[in-house]
């Protein structure tokens, strides 16, 4: 939903995902046609509307169709449907830790046009009104499932509800070639040799002689075989269990899952690995492993997808799941000021002269300092330690 209480002519929302730049990424943009695009621009065809675009991509940026608001109060339903699929290196003996620390940016941008003679003059002419920054808090083991209202500012007075979805969807051998070796590499050498051999035995031929394979080498593979595993699992069974909830009940659908214990998945894959003497045969049955199992993210994230995106029920519980996890975060702040009783007695307003005292109190707390932030923030919304304006409205 889209809401704008001031005059202009044509307007669009930009996006785009946005890595620190020593992070090596690859970020691929998928435009999908909501259920009913086909009706709109049918509709639109009928009412002789040439003047709107359609939904595209300019170089790393999403961009909304572009849509006409008229000389009122305004609600427009954009319904445009973004995916992005983002790949990055990790270092494979801390998956979980650095891919919940990666710092991953939604940049929003409201663009507009006053002008009417033709598509290309509008594109030519849009010029950006205002953006806001959101900070993506991805835990691969949990997913990221939230709707927020994104203010912009007050001159144009209007507002954009995000629906955004986020989950681990494949592990694999990298890609992507960068200058120089990051930090972040599978491989601690050249980023060329880091293949899941080198992840699993190091930078070391490998044998298929089980008299030639010593069981620590055997045992340390196993373990970073159980990790891999063990969070491609654990990312299928959050997603599960939030999809599962939804159909149950927040849709009212009658089709069902075919539920997975990804425990027990996971015991019988490590019970099977551990059968393996040699590192060869090892190597082919844990890629075999990797592999079935990122086909089942891949294929679980495809129906939840088409299950949940524009669903009106689902996004009401996302927003008033926000809310209250905004909201209760600071719920149980509660800080006292002491005054002497002089200070109490003459004519001293705490309100005016101690104001800065008391900010400085609260940003130095504990509380304050221990404080999570949410896993899907705007800090010019939420508030800013570094800024007075500690708490959003």
């Known amino acids: 939903m889209f809401y704008v209480l001031y005059i202009f002519r044509f307007y669009q929302i930009r996006t785009a995902l946005r890595t620190p730049p020593k ?4 970020i691929e943009i998928t435009l999908q046609k909501s259920q009913d695009y086909a009706e709109k621009q049918l509709n639109r065809k009928k009412k002789g509307d040439d003047n709107e675009i359609p939904a595209h991509v300019i170089n790393d940026w999403a961009v909304s169709r572009t849509f006409q608001i008229l000389y009122r109060s305004e609600d427009i339903a954009i319904n445009d449907v973004i995916l992005y699929r983002f790949h990055t290196l990790v270092n ?7 891919i919940s620390k990666l710092e991953i940016q939604l940049m929003v941008e409201l663009w507009f ?7 290309g003059a509008v594109l030519a002419k849009a010029e950006c009104a205002s953006q806001r920054q959101l900070n993506l ?3 691969p083991t949990k997913g990221l499932h939230h709707h927020v209202p994104l203010l912009f500012d007050y001159f144009h007075l209007c507002c954009v509800e995000l629906t955004v979805h986020g989950t681990l969807i494949a592990i694999h051998q990298p890609f992507l070639s ?6 972040t590499a599978w491989s601690s050498r050249n980023p060329e040799l880091s293949t899941i051999e080198t992840v ?6 490998i044998s298929s002689d089980p008299e030639k394979c010593l069981p620590i080498n055997l045992h340390a593979a196993w373990q970073m075989h159980h990790r891999i595993c063990n969070l491609l699992l654990s990312a299928y069974e959050s997603l599960q269990s939030t999809f599962e909830y939804y159909l149950s ?4 659908s009658h089709s069902k899952l075919e539920h997975i214990d990804c425990h027990q998945k996971l015991q019988k894959i490590m019970d099977s690995i551990r059968l393996i003497d040699n590192e060869e045969d090892l190597i082919q049955n844990g890629t075999r492993d990797i592999t079935q199992l990122c086909a089942a993210n891949v294929i679980l994230w495809t129906q939840f997808l088409e299950t949940v995106t524009l669903d009106q029920g689902i996004i009401f519980h996302l927003a008033k799941e926000h809310h209250s996890i905004r909201v209760k975060r600071l719920a149980e702040g509660f800080f006292m000021h002491e005054y002497p009783k002089n200070e109490c007695l003459s004519c001293y307003e705490p309100s005016y002269h101690g104001h800065s005292d008391l900010a400085a109190m609260v940003r130095s707390s504990m509380y304050l300092q221990m404080l999570p932030p949410l896993d899907l923030e705007c800090l010019e919304l939420d508030g800013d330690l570094l800024s007075k304006n500690l708490v959003g409205c």
């Open 200 to 205: 699993y035995f190091g930078d070391r031929q």
């Open 178 to 183: 960068v200058p120089k070796q990051p930090k």
């Open 92 to 98: 494979s003996a801390h998956l979980e830790d650095e």
């Open 23 to 26: 992070v090596p990424s690859k």
């Open 137 to 139: 808090h991805i835990n």
């Open 249 to 252: 009940d927040i849709c009212g």
């Open 113 to 119: 046009s006053e002008e009417q003679n033709g598509t």
